[in-house]
């Protein structure tokens, strides 16, 4: 009998069981998914942006499916810090799940804050920035749109100040929507970041030929799904070959064998986004399909796997 392999990983002081996580803004705080499958099995749940107080989102429409993609503008709508801390941590917790809570804030005041309250409450296991959420600007009045992610400047400026005021594991999560992610990556690790996560959704949009219209009421959104693979995939391995701190594969892993792919080019733990909307057991899956994978291929461990693409 071929002894299993060892599916732990390390990001920074958190050690996990394995690599598969499931995307912020994918799975609530959880509590809907626990009835297809044990999320504790998870190598941990990334919990939907938290902001200090709760936000209703933007008006609808906020998703529109297009070709092998999902393009969404749902504004960072959720319950805010302290319904979460009161009503969503207890069955996280009594679920025995392994908890990263993603936080957002419009100034380094606010992120800094929200680590604080979370980090004294107990509410996580490590903290997820999301520096680059598309979805928060009047796409009429910005005419564009800009994320603390899109200037390296400003990732260390915030990385720093959140790293200052929490011992949790920090992982910082960037946008694809830059010409080289080496630097805003390189800034993230320089502000003190345990791991950078890579990478939050595309910008696109979609427009509706009959009415004449945007698809979406902020007619800006975010994409997402195997559309954005190859690009999520190409930026992990370009950060990959930088980077000291590991990497946090995410976008439009469907598979294990996507999930491998996000490994062999560098990434130390891979998330299951969009596809959990299809499938609601994807992660499961993912997590199944790996430790055959790896069964297979006689690793013993994911070290033999992380960057080990032949080139
Ligand atoms: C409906 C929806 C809501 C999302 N909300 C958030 C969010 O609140 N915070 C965040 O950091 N990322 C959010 N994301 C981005 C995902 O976490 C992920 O980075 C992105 O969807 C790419 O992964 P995927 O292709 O597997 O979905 C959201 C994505 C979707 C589709």
């Keep these: 009998m071929p002894t299993r392999p060892d599916l732990g990983i390390q990001l920074g002081d958190l050690k996990l069981k394995n690599p598969v996580l499931v995307a912020s803004g994918t799975f609530g705080y959880g509590q809907e998914y626990a009835q297809y499958f044990d999320i504790s099995r998870l190598g941990a749940v990334v919990t939907k942006s938290l902001s200090r107080e709760p936000r209703a989102g933007n008006k609808p429409p906020r998703l529109v499916e297009t070709p092998a993609g999902l393009l969404n503008a749902i504004g960072l709508q959720n319950v805010g810090v302290e319904a979460y801390i009161a009503e969503k941590l207890p069955f996280l917790r009594e679920r025995k799940a392994t908890v990263i809570a993603n936080i957002y804030g419009k100034t380094v005041d606010d992120y800094t804050a929200l680590a ?92 509706d030929a009959e009415k004449r219209r945007p698809r979406l009421a902020n007619i800006v959104g975010g994409l997402s799904g195997p559309a954005i693979r190859p690009v999520a995939v190409k930026l992990v391995w370009d950060a990959s070959q930088v980077l000291r701190i590991p990497i946090i594969g995410i976008g439009g892993i469907c598979n294990a064998e996507d999930a491998v792919e996000f490994l062999l080019a560098g990434a130390t733990a891979v998330t299951v986004g969009s596809m959990t909307f299809r499938q609601p057991d994807a992660a499961m899956r993912v997590l199944d399909g790996l430790e055959d994978y790896m069964t297979r291929h006689q690793f013993q461990s994911l070290d033999q796997l992380i960057g080990a693409m032949k080139v």
């Design 116 to 207: 604080e309250r979370i980090e004294a409450a107990n509410a996580a296991d490590a903290i997820e920035a999301n520096l680059s959420c598309p979805n928060v600007h009047d796409a009429r009045q910005a005419r564009g749109v800009t994320m603390v992610s899109q200037s390296p400047e400003a990732i260390l400026e915030y990385t720093r100040a959140i790293r200052q005021a929490t011992r949790l594991p920090l992982y910082a999560k960037l946008t694809p929507n830059v010409l080289d992610i080496r630097e805003p990556a390189l800034a993230a690790e320089e502000g003190g970041a345990d791991a950078v996560s890579l990478i939050n959704t595309l910008l696109g949009m979609a427009v």
